[in-house]
């Protein structure tokens, strides 16, 4: 059974840090690419970030790019969100994904097929 379990969340002021971490059991880690999403209150669920399997290629959002990091670690099975740069707009609960299949499945949240339970990250301003 797949399982993630999200942590790391928390309360962060404006232009702040927070690392968020996922860790993944139930499945060879290191074959599959990882990803992370956010869901604001009244608003869609939406990507942020994702890494491929080996870590070499990573990619974002517009709107978090150049302040968020994804980075995972294989030996660990764990891959982390690090937050830079805060922004009021980034409060949101932060889910960690991983597909059902091998390969990068791009940012649509229906290509992604096991997700945690999410993290919980509030910004003041």
């Known amino acids: 059974q797949v399982q993630l379990v999200e942590s790391g969340g928390g309360l962060v002021q404006a232009g702040g840090s927070l690392r968020l971490s996922c860790a993944v059991s139930g499945r060879t880690f290191s074959m599959y690419a990882m990803g992370w999403f956010r869901q604001a209150p009244g608003k869609e669920r939406e990507f942020v970030a994702a890494i491929k399997n080996d870590g070499r290629s990573t990619y974002y959002s517009d709107s978090v790019k150049g302040r968020f990091t994804i980075s995972r670690d294989n030996a660990k099975k764990t891959v982390y969100l690090q937050m830079n740069s805060v922004k009021p707009e980034d409060a949101a609960v932060y889910y960690c994904?991983?597909?059902?299949?091998?390969?990068?499945?791009?940012?649509?949240?229906?290509?992604?097929?096991?997700w945690g339970k999410g993290t919980l990250v509030t910004v003041s301003s």
């Open positions: 994904a991983s597909p059902r299949d091998m390969g990068y499945p791009g940012t649509r949240e229906s290509w992604w097929g096991f």
